[in-house]
């Protein structure tokens, strides 16, 4: 089965600093990865998508991921937080054998400060 | 474009009654998800409906339903309710974007169980 694993509840650094969402998984076949961010009672905003290609996939917000076939992960990165970033963020898997199941990880508290 | 709406955001109901959700999705988006977000579980996926068929399942109960309009709007029922299921529903609508579909989630539907 697919799963991705995000090894932090929580990360926190001081705006203008760079940021690094740690993400891990595990598929059989291909990789298709996703991040999504949620701020407080709403919904999930997806931010971006590793199909295949570049490693580097840059997504909404000033976001972007760094796809690591040898190390299976998938991290999401920015290179100067805002406090405005502070959110859960969470990291999924699009399940192998079927159309639009994503599996997801149990997410990763953003906190950023001045 | 209008995103995914759902209704009603905001739910309480008493153990032993049925609820329905309402989810309307992106104009032209077909697929609809269903999901489950407890702090527990975290997101699990409940079932996906594309042209008014049931195309994946999650593992719950067979009190959680769903159906699909022709117009893609899609509901999700909930029978004779228990505490566990108090929850965020969230629902997504995808279409598909070059190799595989990306998922536009709504705000949820907060439901609270007394």
């Known amino acids: 089965a697919q799963s991705v694993a995000q090894p932090e509840d929580q990360v926190n650094v001081a705006e203008g600093n760079p940021l690094t969402v740690k993400c891990t998984y595990s598929?059989?076949?291909?990789?298709?990865l996703f991040w999504y961010v949620q701020y407080p009672n709403r919904g999930l905003q997806f931010l971006l998508k590793?199909?295949?290609?570049?490693?580097l996939v840059k997504g909404s917000y000033g976001f972007e991921a760094e796809f690591n076939k040898s190390q299976t992960s998938f991290h999401l990165k920015k290179p100067s937080a805002l406090v405005s970033d502070s959110a859960l963020y969470f990291c999924?898997?699009?399940?192998?054998?079927?159309?639009?199941?994503?599996?997801f990880g149990t997410g990763t508290r953003l906190q950023v400060t001045l | 474009k209008a995103g995914v709406t759902q209704t009603p955001r905001y739910l309480i109901k008493t153990r032993g009654q049925q609820v329905t959700l309402s989810c309307s999705p992106i104009?032209?988006?077909?697929?609809v998800s269903w999901y489950q977000q407890t702090p527990g579980q975290g997101l699990q996926f409940l079932f996906e409906?594309?042209?008014?068929?049931?195309?994946n399942k999650g593992n719950f109960p067979g009190r959680f339903s769903g159906r699909q309009f022709s117009n893609s709007r899609s509901e999700m029922n909930v029978s004779t309710l228990e505490l566990g299921d108090s929850a965020l529903y969230l629902c997504?609508?995808?279409?598909?974007?070059?190799?595989?579909?990306?998922?536009?989630f709504g705000p949820g539907t907060r439901l609270l169980v007394l």
């Open positions: 598929v059989s076949g291909n990789p298709y």
């Open positions: 590793y199909i295949t290609g570049d490693n």
């Open positions: 999924a898997v699009r399940d192998g054998g079927t159309a639009s199941k994503l599996t």
């Open positions: 997504a609508s995808s279409l598909r974007e070059g190799r595989i579909e990306t998922q536009y």
């Open positions: 409906y594309f042209s008014e068929t049931q195309r």
């Open positions: 104009s032209g988006h077909r697929s």
